[in-house]
């Protein structure tokens, strides 16, 4: 048998080194040698936050690519991010997947906001300089990475950053999986199955809804949402790792159940829901409100095919307002709440949407919780 060693040859300082497979004494060396390191760059040395343009692009990083002798190597991408008196390879540097063979990245001023406010904890108002680099870890293929492999990191480029005090919302999480049956079924990087918070700061992630029999999921956020390597599974019963662990089985009976995790502390339950059963079936769904036309007519939700308790639009734009969701066109039974974009109907106030939330939005609504999940889309 014949046992294959890859060594990596870095050039300007910076090595990568894998060992892509192993056996015994007799063995043959491939030499694969990193040709180029990537170069990193930024379309702006300073970033204040502006609440005005939250929607709009505050930061865009463009790199070159790492490139291999090897060409089987695939580099995939990481942005870290570091304060001047971190290394890259500290513990507590965050490290945001950008993905195999992706060479630029926008932010906007909201998304750049929640990466220094709700993962670098960072003061708002107060400026502060960071370091930005890309790290390119090979990989054999989009997936699999090259075990015991060791990441190329560029230089560091400074970034002078502003947060702002902006009220938002807490990271979105999604299901990976075939939890609705064939409903983009394993898309990785499919947005449209969110956990619905009670408010839109809120830590407790939840989903009650019909999973379809032999379900199985992984849990994703937003801003790793696609990367295999970065999606939530579970290493036993009741618990979840990052990166790691097998697929989510505890619904695979198929039926009705309530999903529910912490992100921060690495839990997750799943319990069977008996309230489906009798529950209203509604004709229609819709919003209405001075944010979507006026009080007259409803902007419809599409009743989602493998739920007829979950109600779905692509793309709404939604104006400063207000507005409320409400049944068969009708104001026999509506919904109304005082948290915007996700939360839990908890009141007949009218949903308000101030200037700066308002935009174009995928919606998902549950009725048989309340329920409502606006994720607002790019221009």
């Not at 070159?64 to 089987?72: E, H, I, L, P, Q």
């Not at 990271?171 to 947005?191: I, N, P, T």
């Not at 049944?327 to 700066?356: C, H, L, Q, R, Y």
Request: charged letters at 25%.
């Amino acid at each position: 048998m014949k046992r294959y060693n890859v060594a990596i040859k870095s050039l300007m300082s910076l090595a990568l080194v894998a060992a892509l497979g192993s056996c015994d004494k007799n063995e043959e060396r491939i030499l694969v040698s990193a040709q180029q390191a990537s170069v990193l760059k930024l379309s702006t040395a300073e970033v204040a936050i502006d609440k005005s343009t939250l929607d709009e692009t505050a930061l865009t990083l463009e790199w070159t690519a790492t490139r291999f002798s090897y060409d089987k190597v695939v580099a995939n991408y990481e942005l870290l991010i570091t304060k001047p008196t971190q290394k890259a390879e500290a513990k507590d540097t965050l490290a945001i997947e950008l993905g195999p063979n992706i060479l630029m990245r926008k932010y906007t001023h909201l998304e750049l906001n929640q990466i220094l406010t709700g993962k670098l904890k960072l003061a708002t108002g107060v400026a502060e300089e960071l370091n930005l680099q890309i790290r390119a870890i090979p990989y054999t293929t989009a997936t699999t990475r090259v075990p015991q492999s060791v990441a190329a990191i560029s230089s560091a480029v400074k970034l002078k950053v502003t947060p702002a005090d902006i009220r938002t919302k807490s990271l979105d999480y999604f299901f990976v999986g075939s939890m609705f049956g064939d409903e983009h079924k394993w898309q990785k990087d499919y947005a449209g199955f969110p956990f619905f918070l009670d408010a839109p700061d809120g830590k407790a992630y939840t989903y009650t809804g019909k999973f379809a029999a032999g379900a199985e999921f992984k849990i994703d956020h937003e801003l790793n949402l696609g990367v295999w390597d970065k999606a939530l599974g579970t290493p036993a019963a009741g618990k979840l790792e990052l990166g790691k662990g097998d697929n989510i089985k505890d619904a695979t009976a198929g039926g009705y159940f309530t999903v529910s995790f912490d992100p921060e502390a690495l839990t997750y339950s799943v319990e069977p829901f008996a309230g489906a059963e009798g529950a209203m079936v509604y004709k229609s769904m819709g919003l209405i409100g001075s944010s979507v036309g006026g009080w007259d007519n409803d902007v419809d939700l599409n009743q989602a095919s493998y739920d007829p308790h979950i109600w779905k639009a692509e793309r709404i734009e939604i104006a400063t307002g207000e507005l409320k969701i409400r049944a068969n066109d009708a104001w026999d039974k509506s919904w109304g709440g005082t948290g915007f974009p996700v939360a839990k109907s908890d009141s007949g106030d009218n949903i308000k949407i101030s200037a700066e939330m308002a935009g174009a939005y995928f919606v998902v609504f549950n009725d048989l919780t309340g329920h409502y999940h606006f994720r607002k889309l790019a221009k």
